[in-house]
């Protein structure tokens, strides 16, 4: 059964850091894009991150460019997306994604079949 597993999620005030960490487990990725979303109350889930199966390639949402990075250990199996400067809007329960496309193209608008169950994130002062 193919599982991805998100943590690192929590409460953190404005203009911290947080650490998201999504383990993959049931079958390898390491040939796969993946990437990270988010969803808001009330908001549209959207693309906050992705990167290619060798981790050469990342692409990332306009809002967080900058203050994110996204980054992969295929020993590990693993995504990681480090958050930094985080602001009131980047408060949303934040999904693990892969897709059947390695992401050598692109990796925006290619479908990521594979989800997480997420992994909330509140910044709060």
């Known amino acids: 059964q193919v599982q991805l597993v998100e943590s690192g999620g929590g409460l953190v005030q404005p203009g911290g850091s947080l650490r998201l960490s999504c383990v993959a487990s049931?079958?390898?990725?390491?040939?796969?894009?993946m990437g990270w979303f988010r969803q808001a109350p009330g908001k549209e889930r959207e693309f906050v991150a992705a990167?290619?199966?060798?981790?050469?390639?990342?692409e990332y949402a306009d809002a967080v460019k900058g203050r994110f990075t996204i980054s992969r250990d295929n020993a590990k199996s693993t995504v990681f997306l480090q958050m930094n400067n985080l602001k009131f809007d980047d408060a949303a329960v934040y999904y693990c994604?892969?897709?059947?496309?390695?992401?050598?193209?692109?990796?925006?608008?290619?479908?990521?079949?594979?989800w997480g169950r997420g992994t909330q994130v509140t910044v709060s002062s």
């Open positions: 990167i290619n199966w060798s981790g050469g390639r990342t």
């Open positions: 994604v892969a897709s059947p496309s390695t992401g050598t193209l692109r990796l925006k608008g290619i479908p990521y079949d594979y």
């Open positions: 049931g079958r390898t990725f390491s040939s796969n894009a």
